[in-house]
């Protein structure tokens, strides 16, 4: 596991050891969730519900990236939508259950789904016409994601808050979605009752809003 923070030696052997069983511990826990529920029905097959009311700003060609997938209810509704779909997800469980859906829908051939670690980054790979990042908070894939998107892609973002809330560290600080992703353009935005969401644009001419000079 590569070490960070410019730890070397002895130091980073330690800093590998307290990090992994971290992450070990949270992919069980996600395991277990997943795997005390029944299969999902073509029925729960759809956007995540705050982006419901904005569904038909979502592309219906192109290459989507669904972050956190789950068990790829928004992935399937996205390649049924018409797009090439990569979902990524911590839990093992949920990729089988992604796939078994995706196969169950008929959309089996527009889907790919991989188990991934986020404590590694997000994994490479081409532009993408929608990010999708749904009740998963890491500030640093926020840069990231912005570079993975192609111009005029779109991400739909959705994370906890503190914002009618209490405190938590899986909990976004106030405003913290629109700073983050201030150089994309704006489409629309909500905040209040434990719960931060945004859609916005990559611009059209290559560079990001507001990147311009750089």
Not at 180 to 194: I, N, Q, R
Request: hydrophobic share 45%; proline share 6%; net charge positive.
């Amino acid at each position: 596991m590569p070490t960070r923070g410019g730890l070397s030696g002895n130091a980073g052997a330690i800093l590998a050891r307290r990090v992994a069983p971290v992450a070990e511990e949270d992919r069980r826990r996600w395991d277990e969730r997943y795997a005390s529920l029944e299969p999902a029905s073509a029925g729960a097959v759809g956007p995540p519900g705050v982006f419901a009311a904005h569904a038909q700003v979502f592309p219906t060609t192109g290459r989507a990236l669904d972050l956190a997938c789950g068990r790829g209810l928004g992935a399937v509704w996205l390649a049924r939508r018409g797009l090439e779909v990569l979902g990524l997800d911590v839990s093992p469980v949920a990729i089988a259950q992604a796939r078994d859906l995706a196969r169950r829908i008929g959309v089996g051939d527009r889907c790919r789904f991989n188990v991934t670690d986020f404590d590694d980054g997000l994994p490479a790979g081409p532009p993408v016409d929608v990010v999708v990042c749904h009740k998963f908070r890491d500030r640093r894939l926020y840069r990231a994601i912005i570079e993975r998107l192609a111009p005029g892609g779109l991400l739909a973002i959705a994370v906890l808050s503190e914002v009618g809330a209490a405190p938590g560290r899986f909990r976004a600080l106030v405003g913290e979605l629109p700073a983050a992703f201030a150089e994309l353009d704006l489409v629309a935005a909500g905040e209040g009752e434990g719960c931060a969401w945004l859609l916005a644009r990559a611009g059209r001419s290559g560079f990001q809003s507001g990147a311009h000079g750089r």
